[in-house]
């Protein structure tokens, strides 16, 4: 296998398409368990990490960019980074423990196209964007846009994700991301809601994002979740009991979610139902907060 370490995207582009079967990586935390686990190597693997850009986190004062190999503890060790989306801190410093998450990247943890992956709910919730890069320059899509199926994404032969964009979230607006595993640590999400909730002058919900991991072959958006929210009043740090339900029931009943060792589809519906209620009520508290 070759090994190839660019410090520019220009450089990694061309090694992309200049070889057969060759690959991008980031932290490895992925790539290096499947080739152990006998998944087919790939004859060159690209090192994503010496290129500045794509690891470098700035707050431009309108959005946040995070490259896309950024070691996702950078994330949850940055205090302004926590304060504005203290969501995607928290799914970012769920994955894996101290040690995966010094490697780990979001670019790694979207494009391993794991229904799973704890950042992506988070991200989607956020109306994040990717910036993607190949031999005709740099397009933009919605981060929610890439994962097309496990294992899978939309990205096309020669391209990568050179970075995220974060909208600055207005005044008055939360985040927050649940997930539940059957272990406490160092297991992978039976479900994970990720929430975003913008209030108005008046303390009421002017909108909201809602995203659910592991339900489906990917990421999945709650529409009717999101449009019982919208124009809901906030009494004592909740919406009505009423649209509280029809949260709960939009997040269930918009999962797809399979049966296997960590849960039965009933039983990841009824948490998605429950994480999702829980992430509202967190993203309002905290939009309140601010
Ligand atoms: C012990 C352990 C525990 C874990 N726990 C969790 C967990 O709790 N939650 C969770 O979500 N994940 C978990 N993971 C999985 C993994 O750590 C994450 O998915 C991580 O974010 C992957 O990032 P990476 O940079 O290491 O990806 P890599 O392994 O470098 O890459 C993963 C895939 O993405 C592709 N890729 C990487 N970067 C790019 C890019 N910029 N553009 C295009 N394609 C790219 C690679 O080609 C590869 O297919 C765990 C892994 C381990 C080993």
Redesign the pocket.
Known sequence: MQYFSPSTIEEAVELLSSGPNR???????????QMRSGRPAPEGLID?KGIAR?TSVVNNGSMWVIG??TP?VRLTTNPDFVALFPGVAEAAG????DQ?QS??????????S?P????VPALVANGARAVIASGSGTRTILVQDVPTGPGR?S?APG????EFELDHPPAHSGDAYFRL?PRTE????VVGAGARVNLDANGNIASALLALGAVAPTVVRVPDAEAALTGAAVVDGSPSEEVLAAVTAAASAACNPIDDKRGTIKYRRHVAGVLARRAVIMSIARATAR
């Open positions: 690959r991008v990586f980031a932290g490895a935390t992925d790539v290096v368990p994503l794509l896309a190999a996702t769920l994955i894996g423990s995966v490697r780990s990247s979001l670019g790694g943890n979207l494009c391993n794991s799973a992956a704890d950042s994404t990205l391209e990568f994700i050179v595993t160092m297991d992978i999400a």
